[in-house]
């Protein structure tokens, strides 16, 4: 087993090294590295170590996350999670997360939460798919008049300040949204700093800036070539102003597609064009993959729609603390000692939790274990929300 500990200040390039490289990257120059230097939260980078040499590692930021009611739960953002190729599956991650998940409760946070580059690997240390998101492609795309826009579009530099404070007013309407720390930030700042080409459009309206995109051309050799606009940030505090943006986008010369890997699945730019075809649905994507470290307390702070209560079963191998019967009701969830109408495991529940998926589908495709099947319907009314959850940070 190895030994894993935080690490110090001195040991993080380190690590980020390590990190870069199970990612098949390259180390970061120096000039890049005096930016992301500093997006390391001082005590959450953890190291593996086998014979007092590093082979793995995994960090984490603290953040938050909005649930449905509005409430805001302290969450762990988890990534930068490594290990040296030639240390593979000897179970150096599952050290890893082991430590961390247990560091994640002693902190008093609700959830952990992370952007998984392979789909199989963390359900088992109890993380699912918690909000999906559609990668959106148009080509030759415009608006049709009839869609509301308006306000302003800028073009700012990377390192514009008042992002940040954007991204939190626009945030807080929709659940599943997490807390960008000040270490999220310094992307943005590097790329700025390193003269990345990264591209900040910031919309304003009737109270000021209200949401912006961050975009990446692609390079092309001939430069009457037409480009394609790779969309890697784009916030928006109304559907109006999400809306304005996309007008802008499309409108930008001497681009054949823009593309943008994470959209909410509410967002209809497919219907806001006079030809559908000229937007791609190209997927459907798992976005936020979530982890309930405190079940009661996840559970205990939505609020839940209007239908009979139901008990549910939650098996937790991780982490036993959170197995046990909940009630829920339209009014609260909590611990109870009554028969379950349905068992799942914890990563299931991370599923459901914020409505990704229904019960019923789940059950259909053998993810809950159903002991009364009347119980479906309702928990499906329980969980429902009105709007789809939506992270929309990458991490
Ligand atoms: C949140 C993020 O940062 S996402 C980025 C994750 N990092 C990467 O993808 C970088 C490249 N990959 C790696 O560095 C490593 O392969 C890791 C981190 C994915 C896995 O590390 P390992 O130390 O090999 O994992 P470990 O040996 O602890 O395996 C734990 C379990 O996961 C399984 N597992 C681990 N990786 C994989 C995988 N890629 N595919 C399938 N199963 C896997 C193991 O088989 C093992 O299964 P078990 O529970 O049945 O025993």
Redesign the pocket.
């Given at each position: 087993m190895p030994d894993v500990r935080p690490l110090a200040a001195d040991e993080v390039r380190a690590a980020h090294t390590l990190?870069r490289a199970?990612?098949h990257r390259g180390p970061m120059s120096a000039d890049q590295w005096a930016f992301s230097g500093r997006s390391f939260e001082p005590g959450r980078t953890l190291g593996a170590f086998v014979d007092g040499r590093m082979v793995?590692t995994?960090l984490a930021w603290s953040s938050d996350l909005v649930v449905p009611g509005g409430a805001t739960l302290p969450m762990a953002a988890?990534?930068?999670?490594?290990?040296?190729?030639d240390?593979?599956?000897?179970?150096?991650?599952?050290?890893?997360?082991r430590e961390q998940v247990d560091d994640v409760a002693e902190r008093g946070e609700v959830f952990a939460g992370?952007?998984?580059?392979?789909p199989?690997?963390?359900g088992?240390f109890g993380y699912g798919v918690g909000t999906r998101a559609l990668r959106v492609a148009a080509r030759g795309a415009r608006l049709l008049p009839s869609v509301p826009t308006g306000g302003a579009v800028r073009v700012v530099d990377p390192g514009f300040p008042g992002l940040p404070g954007i991204y939190d007013r626009a945030r807080r309407s929709r659940v599943g949204s997490i807390a960008r720390p000040p270490e999220w930030w310094v992307n943005y700042e590097r790329a700025w700093g390193v003269n990345e080409n990264l591209v900040v459009a910031v919309h304003s309206g009737d109270d000021g800036d209200d949401g912006f995109v961050a975009w990446r051309p692609s390079e092309t050799a001939d430069p009457t070539d037409t480009t394609t606009l790779a969309v890697e940030d784009f916030v928006a505090a109304t559907p109006a102003v999400a809306y304005a943006l996309w007008e802008f986008l499309l409108g930008i010369d001497l681009v054949s597609c823009v593309r943008a890997f994470m959209r909410p699945l509410d967002e209809s730019l497919t219907v806001a064009v006079p030809d559908p075809r000229t937007v791609s649905i190209e997927d459907v994507v798992d976005d936020l993959?979530l982890r309930l470290v405190d079940v009661p307390a996840a559970l205990g702070a939505r609020v839940y729609g209007d239908a009979d209560p139901v008990v549910v079963e939650v098996a937790d191998p991780f982490r036993p603390g959170n197995d046990g019967c909940y009630r829920i009701t339209p009014d609260k969830a909590e611990r109870c000692d009554d028969a379950p109408a349905v068992s799942v495991g914890v990563e299931v529940l991370a599923m459901l939790y914020f409505g990704a998926w229904s019960w019923s589908s789940l059950a259909e495709a053998g993810r809950v274990t159903v002991d009364d099947p009347a119980a479906l319907a309702h928990l499906d009314r329980l969980f429902a929300l009105e709007r789809p959850a939506f992270c929309g940070t990458y991490f």
């Open positions: 990190f199970a990612l793995g995994a988890v990534t930068r999670v490594g290990v040296r190729t240390f593979r599956r000897r179970g150096v991650l599952r050290a890893l997360m992370l952007h998984a580059t392979e199989v690997i963390y088992r993959w």
